[in-house]
C-alpha cells in the first residue's frame, strides 16, 4: 500500500525537513531571548511561560532530528 508520503522525493523530503528544523531552531532562538530578558527584569511569570513555551519546541527539533535521520537511512537503501 502506497500513501502519499511514499512518492515525495527524498531531496525534497530532505529540504522540507531542514527548513522546519531551521524554523524551529530559530523560535527557540527567539524564546530563549525572552527568558533571558524576562530573568533580567526579575518577572517570574513571564519566565515560567517562556520555559513552558520552550519545551515542546525541543520536542519538535528532535522528532525532526529523527525524521532526517529515517530519510538518510532511506536514502542509503
Not at 528544523?21 to 526579575?42: F, G, H, P, Q, W
Amino acid at each position: 500500500m502506497t500513501t502519499q508520503i511514499d512518492t515525495v522525493d527524498v531531496g525534497t523530503k530532505k529540504v522540507i525537513l531542514n527548513q522546519k528544523l531551521t524554523m524551529y531552531r530559530n523560535t527557540i532562538y527567539d524564546v530563549s531571548l525572552d527568558i533571558k530578558i524576562a530573568k533580567m527584569l526579575e518577572d517570574e511569570a513571564q519566565e515560567k511561560m517562556a520555559t513552558e513555551r520552550m519545551k515542546p519546541l525541543l520536542t519538535a527539533v528532535e522528532f525532526i532530528e529523527n525524521e532526517l535521520l529515517e530519510v538518510d537511512n532511506e536514502q542509503t537503501s
